[in-house]
């Protein structure tokens, strides 16, 4: 199985900045898009941005050109550079994977997994 852990998440006030990382873990044979999804109290969870393994990324429209997307392959890392931020960014934000992993006796599955969340708040 395959464990994702979110860290960077915090209190900060309107036009600041965070960097939230994503670290996953576990029998990873390949891991194909990461992405961060939102969920604000009320509303659906929403994909932020996504970025897959050959450095594709797309956005929401409303964090286009404040957010950046980033991965580390080699670490299996996903990260999420957040800038210009507004009170509507507040929200929890998830972590998200999948790919393949190691099964047991030389078989893969496949694997989409959620990290635990981490709470963004942006005061006005």
């Known amino acids: 199985q395959v464990q994702l852990v979110e860290f960077g998440g915090g209190l900060v006030q309107a036009g600041g900045s965070l960097r939230l990382s994503c670290a996953a873990s576990?029998?990873?044979?390949?891991?194909?898009?990461m992405g961060w999804y939102r969920q604000a109290p009320g509303k659906a969870r929403e994909l932020v941005a996504a970025i897959t393994s050959g450095g594709s990324t797309n956005y929401v429209d409303s964090v286009k050109g404040r957010f950046a997307i980033s991965r580390d392959n080699a670490n299996n890392r996903v990260y999420l550079q957040m800038d210009s931020l507004k009170p509507e960014d507040t929200a929890v934000y998830y972590c998200n994977a999948d790919g393949t992993y190691y099964s047991g006796a030389g078989s893969l599955k496949n694997f989409g997994s959620w990290g635990q969340g981490t709470q963004v708040t942006v005061s006005s």
């Open positions: 576990g029998s990873i044979f390949s891991i194909n898009a």
